[in-house]
Each structure stands twice: as C-alpha cells, then as structure tokens.
C-alpha cells in the first residue's frame, strides 16, 4: 500500500528525505574534537570534515538531476540513500582522518539524492498545493536541525562519535524500507529521452537561458545566503563576543529555526486564504533585507544589544521560511519536464553561494562586533530584493506574477 501524496504522511517522508543533507552536518558538530581526539588529529582538521560533506553535497545533485528526469525519482533516491549508509558505515569504522575526509565526501554525494524532493512535489501537484507542501518540507527540515546537534552530543555521550555515524546509517535503512514500501514513482519519464553528456548539457543549457527559472535560481541563492551568513556569524558574535555558554546559544539557534518554520507555516496559511505568492514573496524578501539593513545600521552605529541582534536574526529566519516555498515553486515551475535538473540547478547554486557567504563572514569577522555577518547579511538580502524587483516580478509567466 502506497503513501497518498496528499497525505501528511507523505509530507513528512519528504520532509525527512530532504533533511536528510542537514542532518549530516548538525549531528556531527558535537563530535568534532572527540573524532580529533581519537584520530590524533586537532578539531580544526576535523572541521575539513564538514567541508567534504558539503562540497560533495553542493556539486552531486548536478548528477542526479538529468538521471532522476529520465529513469525517475525513487531509483535515485534508494541508490542515494543506499550509499549514504555505506559511506555512513565506513565513517564509524574510519581509523584515520584521510579515510574519513574520503568517507564523508561520498556520504555527501549520497545525501544529495534526495534534494530530488522537490522535483517529486512539482511532479505530483499544481502551483498551490506545491506551495503548501513544500511549506511542511521546510517545518520537517527545521524541526530536524533543532533535534540533531542534542541528538548527536546524546550519541556521543553514549558511545562516542562513531554510534553517530552508524546511527545515520539506521536512519538510511529504514528511510530505504519506507521509500520502497510506500513510495511511488512520481516522474513522467519519457523512455526515449537519452542520458548522455550532450543531452544533460542541453538541459542545463534550458535552465540557464530560461528568464524565469535563471532569475529565481539567483533569487534563492541570494536570499539563502543571508541564511548562511547568521548561521555562520551568530556563533562567532555570540558564544565569542558575547561571550554565552554553547548551550544558551544552542537556544537562540533553535529560536530561529522555529521562526523558520513559523513563516513557512504562514506561508501555507496565506495560500489557503488566497494571497497570491508573488505578493508573499514580495513581504519575504523586503522583511529580510529591513532586518538585517537594521542590523547593520545599529551595529555601525555602536548600538547592537544581543538581545536586538538575536530579534532581527529571527525576522530574516522567519522571512526566508515565508520566501522559500514560493522561491521554490516558481524556479520549477516553467520547467516541469526537467524538474529534477531545475532543482539541482538551484540547490547548487544556493550551497555554493551560502559557502561563500560563510567564507565571507569568518573571514571579516572583527572578533569584537556582528558587523562582518550584519554587512553580509543585509548586501545578500539586498541583492535578493534588486533581482527579484529587477527580474523575478516581469520574468516570463504572467499567472504567478500577476498580482504584483
């Protein structure tokens, strides 16, 4: 017996596939100087770690975009999954840092299949129903990131850093069992159509001639970088200006996930109550740029009491949980035949763009204001906005754009 798309269940299956990439890099940040300690290695070379993941999981979905277009979703999902539990196994075996940099790069090209998710939601449902869907993907995905680094210092108080690793092989397992069992196939796949370098070329050459898909890809990409740019920056101003305990932040962050979730939630309730996306959009991405544009007036200004700073960076959480389902929807959406192509297109736009963003951040951190991830913030919400006002609100499909 199939899972119903129209199901919550079905909702949170995709959820939890889609976090799947997330939960690969929160779960582990506990562990790090454990792993350095037990591979003779120090915590910062362990953080390369993190970055093999992440280069992995930014460049694969590249790959499994065309493929997922022409043999389907689900083949590409369980052969994902299936080799994220053995790259996980060899993490938890890995007896020294080379091994376990090369483990993880291929974890990270496992987890990648699933950012095919998207591309299963556009397959299975109009524009509105996609909204709201995509909108319960981005609550499941969040309520992932608040569980996992507690998760993950609970496996390493247990039985150390490599119950970790093995733990996300469990979780592969049994994501494998349900996606067999109660998945369907979601893609049209044309049998002709061949999967050959020129032809996925040819697709990737459609997605960045096309003005409305390319506009949104650099729109996301864009406003998730002043995501990236608090995720990275809130830890360095509060646990190493401020001065808060890892746990106290551990509160902020989680606040801020949940206001993620919050605007995602209010997304899909403004959609039920007919309010055009275009229209949310809009509010999103000029609520993010006014926070974090007043973050970084306060904070040149000699006036950015924590409690200010944690308050705006909630506004932009909220702001990209509202934005992102409508960014989502509308960069698939002109598309729909190569939606696996589209949204690998836009997740790798977006990783690469948020590690810049990161870089950014660390690298002008002053140690002593938020001024470096405020200045980062606020120019990639302002460069979400200019696009958006410039390109996104005349590109191409009048139906989405026209209460604007």
Same mark, same amino acid.
């Given at each position: ?9 079905? /909702? ?8 799947? %990439?997330?939960?690969?890099?929160? =779960?582990?940040? %506990? ?35 065309? =493929?997922?277009? $022409? ?14 539990? !053995? ?19 291929? *974890?990270?090209?496992?987890?990648? #299949?699933?950012? /095919? ?6 397959? @299975? ?5 996609? $909204?709201?869907?995509?909108?319960? !993907? ?13 998760? +993950? ?5 247990? +039985?150390?850093?490599?119950? =970790? ?27 002709? $159509? ?11 050459? $459609? ?31 509060? =646990? ?5 305990? %890892?746990?106290?932040?551990?509160? !902020? ?12 939630? @209010? ?5 039920? *109550? ?13 609520? #993010? ?10 904070? @040149?200004?000699?006036?950015? %009491? ?16 509202? #934005? ?8 698939? *959406? ?12 836009? +997740? ?34 302002? @460069? ?18 026209? #209460?604007?």
């Amino acid at each position: 017996m199939k899972i119903q798309p129209a199901s919550a269940a079905f /909702t949170v299956l995709l959820g939890l596939l889609a976090a799947v %990439p997330y939960s690969g890099i929160d =779960i582990n940040l %506990p562990a790090l100087a454990a792993t350095g300690a037990a591979l003779g290695a120090s915590p910062s070379h362990v953080g390369l770690t993190m970055s093999a993941f992440m280069l992995s999981l930014a460049m694969a979905p590249l790959i499994y975009g065309p =493929i997922s277009d $022409r043999v389907g979703r689900k083949p590409v999902v369980v052969f994902g999954l299936a080799l994220f539990v !053995i790259a996980s196994l060899a993490c938890a075996a890995a007896q020294s840092l080379p091994m376990l940099l090369l483990c993880r790069a291929v *974890q990270g090209v496992g987890a990648a #299949s699933t950012t /095919t998710t998207y591309a299963i939601i556009r397959d @299975l449902f109009d524009e509105a129903s996609a $909204r709201a869907k995509i909108g319960g !993907i981005v609550v499941t995905v969040n309520v992932v990131t608040v569980i996992a680094p507690t998760a +993950g210092a609970a496996l390493l108080a247990i +039985g150390g850093w490599r119950l =970790i690793y093995a733990c996300q092989a469990a979780v592969g397992v049994m994501l494998i069992a349900v996606v067999l069992w109660g998945m369907a196939e979601s893609a049209k796949t044309v049998a002709e $159509r061949r999967l050959g370098a020129s032809a996925v070329f040819k697709d990737y050459l $459609r997605i960045v001639t096309h003005p409305v898909s390319l506009a949104f890809i650099l729109i996301g990409a864009a406003a998730g970088s002043a995501v990236f740019a608090y995720v990275t920056g809130s830890s360095l101003y509060f =646990i190493g200006v401020v001065g808060l305990q %890892p746990k106290q932040y551990g509160l !902020i962050f989680s606040a801020c996930s949940a206001a993620v979730m919050f605007g995602a939630f @209010l997304d899909g309730r403004l959609s039920r *109550q007919g309010f055009a996306p275009a229209d949310v959009l809009t509010v999103g991405l000029v609520l #993010s740029f006014a926070a974090a544009g007043t973050m970084l007036v306060t904070t @040149l200004a000699g006036w950015s %009491p924590p409690a200010l700073v944690a308050a705006l960076l909630m506004v932009v959480a909220l702001s990209f949980g509202l #934005s992102l389902p409508n960014l989502m929807n509308a960069t698939m *959406q002109p598309l729909p035949d190569i939606a696996g192509a589209v949204g690998a297109a836009a +997740g790798t736009v977006q990783m690469t763009a948020g590690a810049i963003a990161s870089g950014l951040v660390a690298l002008l951190f002053d140690g002593r204001t938020a001024l470096a991830m405020a200045a980062v913030m606020a120019a990639s919400a302002l @460069l979400a906005l200019t696009l958006y006002l410039r390109f996104g609100r005349s590109a191409g499909r009048p139906t989405w754009v026209s #209460s604007v």
